[in-house]
């Protein structure tokens, strides 16, 4: 769902209760497309987010605790300079216009008051986060407009700040509930009443226009022309109804989840719609609900963004991976007719007294078939029989050596193959920069990523993932091929028991045993939890392997994270994550 005008007029309110002429501490910008804004008071400090993301746009005081770049961008760096110290005077939402405005007072370099403004315009892909000065002009954005991207609204540094283009809807804030009934039984063709209702009505979301439908024909489909008397006094009292909640700001967060537990609306007052299809969460303010409906979707778009180059490297290396062994086993299959040189060649040795001189081909008995069956052999006419034996010798010994030599290129194809589906699980996994910084070095030292030459100061190894069974047996899940190598090979004991998907790339998992016997619900956890952690986390059932540690080892030069190993049991289990 997008964040409509009547909910972001909640958020409003509890901006303005909390933050209000508090001090701007510090600044982040964690993300391109977002900013946070702590803010101090007596009281304590509070983290204001404002994210222009496309599939989450919105701003709300959170509980999310930035991981920011070692170099903050320029856009940070300004705001550092200019909204440091200063207070948040107003924040203004134009009628239910999907945008809120923070003013905020504060001094320049000569030490003068000045006010200062941070426009948050909430427009899913258009949305945006301006700079604006006490005049009305732009100091910056997160997101330029220039001449090349629109032609109607420009966004850049030193021009007059417009307000988003109004579209001609009706705001209940100065409309009545009649004057409302009144445009939708005027429009020009006959539709469902939720979509009636969206079309005239600003600031209302698809899940506001649905319900007041579905509580008008009490379940039933109702048209925009078929508003008769029952309809119409039915309409009239629930639109008074949302309409007196929005303008009070007396709404409740509501938060919609399926049967999986997965967010999928969110509300301000409570609906009806779903009937007993879906769960209802009732948050204790509006800024909770949205931190809990983004924070997972936020959290895999930030790593997304800050991997981007990584998975394009992987995934082009992998690909040019599968294209080497698809031709090198093509090459192999030609390889396979050199017992047929080696046959020519023999059997050409063996007649050349019956070859002459000059011969284009030959057509001799096959002493290799029971019935001596006869074969036509190819010559080139400008060498001697002899010769000819010689070429195709020379062409067996040729295609011998090239499939020796082939064999072991897919080996060690098929290998880094293995190694790079690996390093992809990972990334797919990394929850924190640090996570991506230890799978960028390792890529650095493989040999994919070129140095930069300057040695930078290597911080430790993350350690691993830990949980702990109900019988009390700690559980160690490696976070990358570094850490699965030294979880293995360095931190567990040669009795503890390890764990890993079956011929799929995935963590190491380990259980501490400490001398005891794990029982068979641990074995169980364990299993689930390295399932979960490989690339085929999202599957139905899935082969876990496992041995002790003693049985595990690692070859002579191989990449990080490679093992072998024997002694194994397979279960077959449903990934589980157990956080």
């Not at 301006?130 to 005049?135: K, M, P, Q, T, V």
């Not at 008397?229 to 039915?234: A, P």
């Not at 690909?319 to 059997?347: F, M, P, T, W």
Request: glycine content about 4%; some cysteine.
């Amino acid at each position: 769902m997008a964040l409509d005008g009547a909910f972001l007029r909640h958020i409003k309110k509890e901006i303005e209760e909390k933050l209000l002429n508090t001090k701007v501490d510090k600044i982040y910008q964690p993300s391109k497309d977002e900013i946070i804004l702590s803010m101090r008071s007596r009281e304590g400090t509070n983290r204001l987010l404002l994210s222009a993301r496309a599939n989450s746009p919105r701003i709300n005081i959170t509980s999310y605790a930035p991981e920011n770049p070692k170099v903050p961008p320029m856009l940070c760096m300004l705001l550092r300079k200019r909204l440091s110290g200063a207070r948040l005077r107003a924040v203004r939402q134009p009628e239910l216009e999907r945008l809120l405005m923070l003013d905020f007072e504060g001094t320049n370099e000569l030490g003068d008051t000045v006010m200062m403004t941070l426009a948050v315009e909430i427009m899913g892909q258009y949305s945006n986060i301006i700079f604006i000065d006490g005049n009305g002009n732009i100091i910056d954005a997160v997101k330029r407009v220039d001449a090349t991207m629109s032609s109607q609204r420009l966004v850049l540094p030193g021009m007059k700040y417009e307000m988003p283009p109004k579209q001609n809807k009706l705001c209940v804030l100065e409309t009545d509930a009649d004057e409302i009934v009144k445009a939708v039984e005027l429009l020009p063709k006959n539709q469902p009443l939720s979509k009636a209702l969206l079309s005239v009505l600003q600031g209302f979301s698809p899940i506001i226009c649905r319900e007041l439908e579905y509580l008008t024909g009490r379940g039933a489909d109702v048209f925009s022309h078929e508003l008769n008397d029952e309809f119409r006094t039915r309409l009239l009292y629930f639109l008074k109804r949302t309409i007196n909640t929005i303008r009070d700001c007396s709404g409740k967060p509501y938060i919609i989840i399926d049967q999986s537990k997965k967010p999928i609306d969110f509300t301000f007052e409570d609906i009806s719609q779903y009937g007993s299809g879906r769960a209802f969460n009732e948050t204790e303010t509006f800024c909770e609900l949205l931190d809990r409906y983004y924070s997972k979707r936020d959290s895999m778009e930030r790593m997304r963004s800050k991997s981007d180059d990584l998975n394009k490297l992987l995934s082009n290396t992998a690909s040019r991976l599968l294209k080497k062994i698809y031709v090198q086993n093509d090459e192999l299959k030609a390889c396979s007719d050199r017992e047929h040189y080696r046959i020519c060649g023999d059997l050409i040795q063996a007649n050349l007294y019956r070859i002459p001189k000059g011969a284009s081909e030959c057509e001799v008995e096959n002493f290799y078939d029971e019935n001596l069956a006869k074969i036509k052999i190819k010559l080139n006419p400008a060498l001697s029989a002899a010769a000819n034996s010689q070429k195709y010798y020379k062409n067996y010994q040729k295609a011998k050596t090239a499939e020796q030599m082939l064999k072991i290129q897919i080996q060690k194809a098929e290998e880094e193959l293995d190694y790079v589906s690996s390093v992809l699980d990972s990334l797919s996994r990394a929850e924190s920069e640090r996570e991506l910084a230890e799978i960028r070095l390792e890529l650095v030292e493989q040999g994919y990523i070129k140095s930069k030459g300057k040695k930078q100061r290597q911080e430790a190894i993350m350690p691993p993932l830990e949980f702990v069974s109900e019988s009390g047996f700690k559980i160690l899940v490696g976070r990358n091929n570094k850490q699965n190598d030294k979880l293995t090979l360095k931190q567990s004991d040669k009795n503890d028991l390890w764990f890993h998907t079956k011929d799929i790339p995935g963590s190491h998992t380990v259980i501490v045993t400490e001398g005891k016997i794990p029982d068979d619900e641990t074995i169980l956890f364990a299993a689930e939890l390295a399932a979960y952690h490989s690339k085929a986390k999202e599957a139905g059932k899935v082969p876990v392997d496992f041995t002790k540690i003693r049985y595990v080892s690692k070859p002579q030069g191989s990449k990080p994270g490679m093992v072998i190993y024997t002694n194994q049991q397979t279960i077959f289990v449903a990934p589980k994550n157990h956080q």
